[in-house]
């Protein structure tokens, strides 16, 4: 199920020609009903005559306030990109999940993680071609859940 607020494009069931547009939008989720359709929203802000099919929906972007935040309300790391400080004292630049514009990146010390997953992935990471003994880091994009 796509999460409400998330912006989709809908296929164009009627199209006759190769010429006309395969989907047509944008539209907005706004509810689902009983039978795990879609009730969307257009621009205006009006709603769409009928419920959409899951099958019918190309997800164009998840509204990231309900996809990346935990039960908790903790937002979710994507992955550390760099660190600052002196050893024991370091910041870590903190790309977070659904947020990849550079501004969303944010500094944070060490007591601010839930986990040290994230940290110890990325010294993985950074420390990966300086001694052939070590075993190869985790890849960024298998960490999340």
Do not use: C
Request: cysteine-free; hydrophobic content about 30%; charged content about 20%.
């Amino acid at each position: 199920m796509y999460p409400i607020g998330s912006t989709v494009m809908i296929l164009n069931v009627h199209r006759t020609s190769k010429l006309q547009e395969r989907y047509s939008g944008p539209f907005t989720v706004s509810g689902y009903t009983k039978n795990k359709a879609y009730i969307l929203i257009d621009p205006q802000g009006n709603l769409l005559s009928r419920d959409v099919a899951t099958h019918h929906l190309k997800l164009i972007n998840a509204n990231a306030a309900s996809q990346n935040t935990t039960k908790d309300g903790h937002y979710e790391v994507r992955a550390i990109i760099a660190h600052r400080g002196t050893p024991g004292n370091y910041n870590y630049l903190v790309h977070w999940l659904g947020y990849d514009s550079p501004e969303d990146h944010t500094w944070q010390t060490e007591k601010d993680f839930d986990s040290k997953h994230h940290i110890q992935l990325y010294w993985d990471r950074r420390n990966a071609g300086t001694n052939s003994n070590r075993p190869l880091p985790a890849s960024v994009n298998n960490t999340i859940q």
